[in-house]
């Protein structure tokens, strides 16, 4: 397993409100571990709300020893860190209402497990298809869902950043868990909108593709061709390529 992560400012912004986490050895019962989060809200809260997003869903899994039910680890602990930043979003003052979405992936025999809520984005790249794989907690989304608008109009829709769920904004949450089957040369990106704001996917699937790239040399060429596009948002991008061992058949 092979895994590498980056986050960039962009152009645009003040701070970074992105947060990540790369681990590609065992985080308490899970072989390894990779996070985004993309945070939001007032002044300091949103880079405040990924950063404890992040820490506090890792300290919820060095506390877990059962390995039965990875999805049941990975949902448990966004609900965790959804009861830690909620907890901080509920005082008044900077860190009100903040919130953040968040992706947590694990990669586990010929699986990976994947928890998400929000916008942030996985997509895989299997035997030269490249899809998405989760699915976006947003208004355009369901707009597209119900067939009011296309695809192509939702990436310039007005209300394109509005999220429908987030972790953090309220007392209860719901995530979506997903078990993706994956093989030997397998690629899994994880990205904030940042990147997918930018970029179009046939762009996205065409710097991961190119075989002259190793896999941090990607990560770089997507965040620098996000940054060439305008670099309007945070870009934070993880990157995943499966090896050999237990995922290596064919």
């Known amino acids: 397993m092979l895994g590498f992560g980056k986050s960039d400012i962009g152009k645009s912004r003040e701070r970074n409100e992105d947060f990540y986490y790369v681990s590609n050895e065992p985080v308490g019962c899970l072989k390894n571990l990779y996070i985004i989060a993309d945070g939001m809200g ?110 192509e109009e939702a990436r310039n829709h007005p209300q394109r950043n509005v999220i429908t769920r987030a972790l953090g904004t309220d007392s209860n949450v719901i995530s979506d868990g997903l078990i993706v089957p994956i093989r030997y040369g397998d690629m899994l990106l994880m990205c904030t909108d940042g990147l997918t704001g930018m970029l179009e996917d046939n762009e996205i699937e ?16 997507l965040i620098n061709s996000a940054n060439e596009k ?13 090896e050999g061992g237990e995922n290596a058949h064919a």
Do not use: W
């Open 230 to 242: 305008g670099g309007y948002d945070n870009i934070t991008v993880v990157l995943i390529i499966i």
């Open 206 to 221: 065409s710097i991961l593709k190119r075989e002259d790239l190793n896999i941090e040399e990607k990560v770089n060429s």
């Open 42 to 151: 007032g002044h300091k809260a949103g880079d405040v709300a990924s950063k404890f997003a992040v820490e506090s869903f890792v300290e919820y899994v060095n506390g877990r020893s059962d390995t039965n039910e990875i999805l049941d680890v990975l949902i448990s602990g966004i609900n965790y860190s959804n009861t830690v930043v909620h907890g901080m979003s509920e005082n008044p003052g900077d860190y009100y209402n903040m919130g953040s979405t968040f992706i947590g992936c694990t990669v586990s025999g010929d699986f990976a497990y994947v928890a998400h809520i929000g916008d942030s984005r996985v997509y895989k790249l299997s035997k030269g298809k490249f899809s998405q794989v989760t699915t976006d907690h947003s208004y355009v989304a369901e707009m597209v869902k119900a067939g009011k608008i296309t695809p």
